[in-house]
Structures are given as C-alpha cells and as structure tokens.
C-alpha cells in the first residue's frame, strides 16, 4: 500500500501526542520484528513512511539499502556506515562492533531514541552532534 508520506514531512505538521505514540509503537515494534528475524537497520526520520487512513498514521519501516541479513552471525566487514546522527557514538566502534552478541542492536536502539527525540520536539532530524542535541535540551 502507498504511504502518503515519511515522518520527516510529517513532523513539520501539528500532530496529536496520542498520534505520536501511535508512531513510535509502530516503529518499535517493527525494530523488535526485524531483530527477531536477524535483520538489523538504523532507522531515520526520513526511512519511517506513514500511512494515514481512517483518521490513524501507521509507521512501516523502509530503505534497507546498508542493511543484511544476519546468517550464522558474521556478514559485514565492520565497516560503519550510514547517517552520523542517528548513530551512537561509541569509541573505536568498528572494533567493538559484533554481530554474534547481539552488540549491534546497540545501533538500532540509538537511532530508535533518536527518532523519539524527533517525534516529541516536532524537528524532523535530530542536531547533528551530541553537543547541539544537548543545547536544544536547554
């Protein structure tokens, strides 16, 4: 099904705190969905489509265009790679990126958090360093 839009276009608009809630649930439980099946991806504003029908948004989860399919626990090289904003920032992150712990949902749980940070301030993406992010908290 067509979405009518993505979270970052919808965040310019006015939307219910209930409609909010709506949205991360769909977005967290689609994060849990993916991680059951091994399935990592770091989600962004602009990947979170939403669906509006029968006065409700629905979130769907989109672009796994850096994501792979976890098999027997090793695929990438380690290499970091995406959206720095949405992305935790962790000394020496490729080193202690693995895959076989489980460690890399540590990525998947920062860029949930930064979404919800989005969704509740009503900016469409999150400041582009912890600093600034911590400013707007002033």
């Not at 995406?82 to 998947?108: L, R």
Request: glycine content about 4%; charged content about 20%.
């Amino acid at each position: 099904k067509k979405c009518d839009q993505d979270l970052c276009d919808l965040l310019t608009n006015n939307v219910s705190l209930k409609d909010k809630l709506t949205i991360c649930i769909d977005v967290c439980n689609g994060t849990k969905y993916l991680h059951l099946c091994r399935f990592p991806t770091v989600s962004k504003t602009a990947n979170i489509l939403i669906n509006y029908t029968d006065k409700i948004y629905t979130a769907k989860i989109a672009d796994f265009g850096l994501s792979k399919e976890m098999i027997n626990g090793r695929h990438r090289t380690g290499t970091v790679v995406g959206t720095p904003a949405y992305q935790p920032t962790i000394k020496n992150v490729s080193e202690n990126f693995d895959e076989s712990n489980d460690n890399w949902k540590i990525f998947d749980i920062y860029a949930f958090g930064m979404v919800m940070w989005c969704v509740f301030s009503n900016q469409p993406n999150p400041p582009t360093s912890i600093q600034k992010l911590y400013n707007t908290l002033d």
